[in-house]
Structure formats: structure tokens, C-alpha cells
């Protein structure tokens, strides 16, 4: 298991080859800088629908008693609206704003206008990229993905998967909110994505920190930007 965070050198220099696909839109760093302002103010004016329950069976009291788990948990914030215990207060979006390991994380998310669509949800596994997984990103394909709304909510549900899974279900082929599938292989306190499905296409995507809780999601926090599947 990955005990580090991928730099953000590292992972560039492991892409120098990369072809992203995400097109470039004129006005891009303006809509980042925009929505950097909106992630900062919380999460409100966000209209978008919520998405169905899951069908998968609820989280046992076990499970939701276990600790997070992984090294890029010692980023966690030990008190506070965005440590462990404070998160579990707020469904998944308002908790995220609280942690800053997910910044920008939440300012994609603001961007996209999911908020509400992520706080209203009953129960849902998320994968969630700490910033060096979105610093990694060439930064003029960032800025591009943050400025292109319909894009970037593709990616970023993505990274969603209906149902609270714990850490013994999380193994496996999972359909996510943007109607693909994504793959993790692993057990234990051990898991990855392939890096096929990742944005650089290079290393294998790790969960740095997990079985992290909110009021509505179990939330798997992890090294890469996941990319979905065509």
C-alpha cells in the first residue's frame, strides 16, 4: 500500500506523454476564480435535483464505528468541523467544505453546481481527490474542466456510487451517479483504481484515507483524479 500522497512533481513527470481530452474554454480561469469564491461562501444556490435512495443494504453500527483508515489521514484536521468526528455532523458537500484536504474538491463541486445533489442524497460511497490529485492536473486542463459545467459533472459523479459501502464491499465494480462503472480492486486498508481509469492514465489511483464519515456518505479519499469511462 502507497504510503504518501503522490507529489504533484512526481505525478507530472510520470504524465509528460498525457492527451487529456477535456477541451479548453475561453474565459476558464475567470470561471475557477468565480468558482473558488462560490466554494468559499458554502454551498448555497444550488438547485440540482437529488438523485434516488440506494438499494444497497444500510451501513452496519460496526462499520459506521470503525475508524478512518490510511496515512493521508494524518492530513485530517484532529479537531473542528473538518476532523472525523466533526464531519459526521454535516451530509457529504458541507462536510468536505469543513476538511481542507478537499478544497478543491469543493470548489469543483461548486462549479458544477452539485452540492445539493450530493447533500440531499440517502446514502452514497464517494471518492473523493485530495488537492495534490487535482494539482497533478496540468493546470490549463484544469482550469478548462472547472470552466466546462456539463464535463465537469460527468467527472465528478463519477466519483459517486450509490450505497454507504464499507470497507469489506468497497472491493469490486460499482455503477457510479454518472451511469458508468468504476473498478477498485483490494482488501483490507489496501485499495486502488487502475490508472486507465485516471485522468494522467499513469499510476494506479490509491485510497489514502478511508471509511471516513459524513451524516450521508461514506467517503473514500483518495490520490488521483478519476476519469470516466467513454
Keep these: 500500500m502507497k504510503t504518501n500522497l503522490l507529489t504533484r512533481g512526481t505525478l507530472i513527470a510520470a504524465v509528460s506523454g498525457l492527451a487529456l481530452t477535456l477541451s479548453a474554454c475561453g474565459g ?8 473558488g469564491a462560490a466554494a468559499s461562501s458554502g454551498m448555497s444556490g444550488m438547485t440540482s435535483e437529488s438523485p434516488s435512495s440506494s438499494s444497497s443494504a444500510p451501513m452496519t453500527s460496526a462499520a459506521a464505528d470503525a475508524e478512518p483508515f490510511g496515512p493521508g489521514c494524518a492530513l485530517v484536521p484532529a479537531d473542528g468541523a473538518g476532523s472525523f468526528s466533526g464531519m459526521t455532523a ?30 440531499s442524497a440517502q446514502d452514497i460511497t464517494v471518492l473523493a481527490p485530495a488537492n495534490p490529485a487535482f494539482e497533478a492536473v496540468p493546470a490549463d486542463a484544469l482550469q478548462a474542466l472547472l470552466a466546462d459545467k456539463a464535463q465537469l459533472t460527468t467527472v465528478l459523479t463519477h466519483h459517486v456510487i450509490e450505497g454507504r459501502l464499507t470497507p469489506e464491499q468497497l472491493a469490486g465494480t460499482h455503477t457510479t451517479l454518472a451511469g458508468d ?31 471516513v464519515q459524513t451524516a450521508n456518505a461514506t467517503v473514500y479519499i483518495i490520490d488521483q483524479v478519476l476519469a470516466p469511462t467513454a
Design 90 to 119: 454535516d451530509p457529504v458537500a458541507t462536510a468536505a467544505s469543513n476538511n481542507p484536504v478537499l478544497s478543491t474538491l469543493v470548489q469543483a463541486v461548486t462549479a458544477a453546481e452539485l452540492g445539493d445533489t450530493l447533500n
Design 28 to 35: 476558464a480561469e475567470e470561471a475557477a476564480s468565480n468558482a
Design 181 to 211: 462503472e468504476v473498478t477498485i480492486e483490494g482488501s483490507g486498508e489496501d485499495f486502488t483504481i487502475a490508472g486507465t481509469g485516471t485522468v494522467l492514465k499513469a499510476a494506479d489511483a490509491s485510497v489514502i484515507c478511508g471509511n
